[in-house]
């Protein structure tokens, strides 16, 4: 994330094969050095003042640390250690989320998301929770094919409370995540020093836990070229 993010990965590649193949490229309008000036100017805008303050009003008074439950205590340093584990939703809870899809028009961003703030509600204990969402920070068309950082992080904070029913939480979820999304150009750095928190040793300042969504990017698949995976590691 230096310098690039994950559509610049899929546009590198899917202009790799363009190239490859004798395509020729459209010029681009932009470069990402338009965008960060652009960015730069933008900080002391109306709109990017009022994004400001629409922040600030989420994150007001305490700011909830995310308890869950361990097996043991453990030092809170940041490290690479973790695992990945798969699994499947069953067909028929597919079809009742595709269900609750068409009743509240949402989308299933919104549906997996309030799923995930019940999920750590329940393993907390907690009714007062922050998700970190990161955006592709794409929102104007001749940026959609620029290779460079535009991600952003939304601290999108949420009261899973006990007396709410489902639907309750999952139709101010909808409305949370519309209005993260019309405030996600101001960046969560400058957020995060205006917040001014404290956390112990390494800790993320706002964002303990993140809820992504993503759909399987471009391939590098060439007609004429055979790719080989090599894991080994030499020295």
């Known amino acids: 994330h230096i310098i690039s993010d994950g559509v610049s990965r899929d546009i590198l590649i899917r202009e790799f094969k363009a190239l490859y193949t004798g395509e020729k490229l459209s010029p681009l309008i932009l470069q990402y050095k338009d965008f960060s000036q652009w960015q730069y100017r933008q900080r002391l805008s109306a709109n990017m003042q009022s994004q400001e303050s629409y922040w600030l009003e989420q994150l007001s008074g305490n700011v909830p640390v995310l308890k869950l439950q361990t097996d043991f205590s453990g030092s809170r340093l940041l490290n690479a250690e973790g695992d990945i584990v798969h699994f499947h939703i069953a067909e028929e809870s597919v079809k009742r989320i595709k269900e609750l899809i068409k009743e509240f028009n949402i989308t299933l961003y919104m549906v997996l998301i309030s799923a995930y703030y019940i999920l750590l509600a329940k393993l907390a204990d907690q009714e007062d929770i922050i998700v970190g ?14 290779i460079g950082f535009f991600l952003n992080m939304l601290p999108i904070r949420t009261y899973p409370e006990k007396n709410k029913t489902y639907k309750e939480f999952l139709g101010e979820v909808k409305q949370k995540v519309l209005e993260a999304y019309e405030n996600q150009d101001y960046e969560y750095e400058e957020l995060s020093d205006k917040i001014h928190l404290q956390r112990e040793n390494s800790g993320n300042v706002l964002i303990e836990t993140m809820f992504l969504l993503q759909n399987q990017g471009e391939t590098l698949l060439v007609p004429g070229m055979n790719l080989v995976k090599n894991d080994s590691v030499s020295s």
């Not at 969402?133 to 620029?146: A, F, K, S």
């Open 133 to 146: 969402c990161p955006v592709t920070g794409r929102n104007h068309q001749d940026l959609q094919n620029i």
